[in-house]
């Protein structure tokens, strides 16, 4: 067994119970989940240009980790403030090589577990890209909108 296979196997079994209730639906087209990310928003390197996305709101502390009531605060914080409904897709650009998918509700419930990978971990809506934010394992938090939500879709 590979290191890679031993850090996915760990963090899908600490997302076991959603996963196994249907609440998240894990998603092996990682490559297509990248290049749709890649093409509905601006991207400097390997990560979202977020100085170019518009709206975009920025909190965290570089260097260190959000706990668990900062990242529901924040991620929360986004879910009244602009209304998000429906679907969307967790997927890193780290060590595991996959996806997950499920309502707002599920992703917001989950979201400790959902960013507990040494990556940029990225929740976008699904599966248009109208909307992206960003856990960085440098610390900070990111949230804004697509300027080219039509850019990609994914199915």
Same mark, same amino acid.
């Given at each position: 067994m ?9 963090y899908?079994r600490?997302?076991?119970h959603?996963?196994?209730?249907g609440?998240?639906?894990v998603l ?14 601006p991207?400097?390197?390997n990560?979202i ?11 965290g ?13 924040w ?7 602009y =209304?998000l409904?429906?679907m969307? $897709?967790?997927?890193?650009? +780290?060590?595991?090589?996959? /996806?997950l998918?499920?309502?707002? *509700? @599920? ?8 960013a507990?990978?040494p ?7 699904y599966p =248009?890209?109208m909307w992206?934010a $960003?856990?960085s394992?440098? +610390?900070?938090?990111y949230? /804004?909108?697509?300027?080219k939500p *039509? @850019?990609?879709?994914l199915?």
């Open positions: 590979s290191d890679i296979e031993t850090l996915e196997q760990s899908l600490s997302l076991d959603p996963i196994n209730n609440d998240l639906i092996r087209n990682y490559d297509a989940l990248l290049d749709a990310l890649e093409a509905s928003f991207f400097c390197g990560t240009a977020w100085s170019e996305v518009p709206g975009t709101v920025s909190v502390e570089f260097g260190k980790r959000p706990s668990r009531d900062e990242l529901r605060s991620f929360g914080g986004a879910i009244e403030a =209304g409904k429906g969307a $897709c967790v997927v890193g650009d +780290g060590p595991v090589e996959l /996806g998918v499920g309502a707002i *509700d @599920a992703i917001f419930a989950n979201i400790y577990e959902l507990d990978l990556q940029h971990t990225y929740i976008f809506s =248009g890209m992206g $960003c856990i394992f440098e +610390g900070r938090m949230f /804004g909108f697509s300027p *039509d @850019a990609a879709k199915r």
